[in-house]
C-alpha cells in the first residue's frame, strides 16, 4: 500500500491561488502516474488533473485546463497542483490518487480504477 498525504489547501478568495502538494513518505513516488480528484457533498469524485509517472504528459478537466497545473518532482517525491484563478465552484475536497496504469496515451479519469489515496484536503473558494 502506497500512503499519501496532501498539504496546502486553505480558504481564499475568488481570483486568488492555492499549491496543493501530495507526497509518498518513504516511497518512491517515480513507479507511479499521479492525479487528483476533488469531491463536495453529495456528489462522486470527480478528476481534475493528471501526470504520467515521469511528468511528460499531463491531463485537465476541461474546467480548470489553463488555471490549475499539475507537476512533479521525482527526486523530492511531490506531485504538486498549482491552482490560480481559482472560483467558488474549485471549493471541494481534493484528493491526491496514485496508481501504475492510470495514465497512458489516455487517462483514466474514473476514480474506481486508481489505487491509491490520500486522506484528501479542503479547499474553500469564497465569492
Known amino acids: 500500500q502506497v500512503r499519501l498525504v496532501e498539504s496546502g489547501g486553505g480558504l481564499v478568495q475568488a481570483g486568488e491561488s492555492l499549491r496543493l502538494s501530495c507526497t509518498t513518505p518513504?516511497?518512491?513516488?517515480?513507479?507511479?502516474?499521479a492525479a487528483w480528484f476533488r469531491q463536495t457533498p453529495g456528489k462522486e469524485r470527480e478528476f481534475v488533473a493528471a501526470?504520467?509517472?515521469?511528468?511528460?504528459?499531463?491531463f485537465y478537466e476541461d474546467s480548470v485546463e489553463g488555471r490549475f497545473t499539475i507537476s512533479r518532482d521525482n527526486v523530492n517525491n511531490t506531485v504538486d497542483l498549482k491552482m490560480n484563478s481559482l472560483k467558488p465552484d474549485d471549493t471541494g475536497v481534493y484528493y491526491c490518487?496514485?496508481?501504475?496504469?492510470?495514465?497512458?496515451?489516455?487517462?483514466?479519469?474514473?476514480?474506481?480504477?486508481?489505487?491509491?489515496w490520500g486522506q484528501g484536503t479542503q479547499v474553500t473558494v469564497s465569492s
Open positions: 490518487a496514485a496508481d501504475s496504469s492510470a495514465v497512458g496515451a489516455v487517462v483514466v479519469t474514473n476514480y474506481r480504477q486508481w489505487e491509491h
Open positions: 518513504g516511497r518512491r513516488f517515480s513507479s507511479y502516474a
Open positions: 501526470v504520467s509517472w515521469s511528468g511528460s504528459r499531463t
